[in-house]
């Protein structure tokens, strides 16, 4: 039997062109991506392609798009070996966390692609990160949301864009890469998992969410303002995990807790972990109710709050998912 691959173009600087008009970058359709790259017909395996209703450049996605990206899944769950998203790099990690927590004892892979250069352009690092992608979605090697971008497999919810210039776009500082692309695809870490239950994909994400990035001088008013907005709030805290030790802070998080809302503490560092307890200064997180994020990517974070609020849980219910690593979206 030849390996089945479905191609989910979504947009992205990977399949876009120059418009004359307006003399900026939109994206244009799968078919006509797909006929500039002929070695694809040299391949023994069946590519099929299909694509969201309206490709977008990614910075445009919303969680209605990651609900038609699921549900094309999960149409074509039992017919496919494999997925492979096309998808603008500027958000890719975030939907890359998303999918993680919507795809639900996911059997098969699911692999991320774009480019810095679109397909049709001379120097295009499209070719490659497409052929090798659909390479290891046929591989048996992976089953996870991954995202395969300038010969480096990586875990989609550990992944972060770090650069808009260098070909290398991706990193994912605190899990090793899945696979390095050289002559041959050497698999480095062996996640596969063994998984004996359906398929279950959770379509519909909550936006009930924010993120709020520390700084010298912020507000306590302005973070007021937003936690008494949202449900759940992803606090980008300093180091390994601390603010500032104003009372007014620390009595503002306390009261915000008691009022049931949600909030985890992620670092603003790449590298490393929230401690708590490690500084005086991490006293403003030390309620018990507040969620230490350990390593987690602040995108994964706020998909892994988006995903949870969806699921109509209790909010201790909601804290306990939290605290649990659900799909290896942080270190234990
Ligand atoms: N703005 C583009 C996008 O994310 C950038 C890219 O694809 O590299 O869709």
């Known amino acids: 039997m030849k390996p089945k691959i479905l191609l989910i173009y979504t947009g992205g600087t990977i399949g876009m062109i120059r418009d004359k008009e307006s003399d900026t970058l939109v994206p244009f359709t799968i078919s006509a991506l797909l006929s500039t790259i002929p070695e694809l017909k040299t391949y023994d395996y069946i590519i099929d392609h299909t694509s969201i209703l309206k490709p977008i450049d990614s910075s445009n996605i919303d969680v209605s798009n990651w609900a038609e990206i699921s549900n094309i899944i999960e149409q074509q769950y039992k017919k496919y070996n494999g997925f ?32 810095q250069i679109p397909i049709g352009a001379r120097r295009t690092d499209a070719k490659d990160n497409l052929i090798t992608s659909i390479e290891i979605a046929c591989s048996n090697k992976i089953n996870d949301v991954c995202i395969y971008f300038e010969n480096k497999l990586y875990k989609g919810n550990r992944t972060i864009k770090t650069n808009t210039e260098d070909f290398d776009a991706f990193e994912s500082p605190n899990y090793p890469i899945l696979a390095e692309v050289g002559r041959n695809i050497n698999y480095r870490n062996n996640s596969f998992k063994k998984i004996k239950k359906d398929l279950i994909v959770h379509k519909k994400l909550s936006d009930n969410v924010a993120i709020i990035k520390l700084f010298p001088g912020i507000k306590i008013q302005i973070i007021e303002k937003i936690l008494k907005t949202v449900k759940g709030v992803v606090i980008e805290s300093y180091g390994a995990g601390n603010a500032p030790t104003d009372r007014k802070l620390i009595n503002l998080l306390n009261k915000m807790v008691e009022q049931n809302k949600i909030i985890i503490n992620v670092t603003q560092c790449m590298y490393g972990k929230v401690i708590s307890g490690e500084y005086a200064t991490s006293k403003p997180f030390s309620n018990k109710d507040i969620i230490i994020g350990k390593d987690i990517t602040t995108e994964a974070a706020i998909t892994k709050l988006m995903f949870l609020l969806s699921l109509n849980l209790s909010d201790e219910e909601i804290k306990k998912q939290l605290r649990k690593n659900l799909r290896g979206e942080f270190t234990d």
């Open 84 to 115: 492979v998203i096309l998808h603008g790099t500027d958000t890719m990690a975030y939907t890359a966390s998303a999918l993680s927590f919507m795809l639900e004892n996911l059997a098969k892979p699911v692999i991320l692609t774009g480019s």
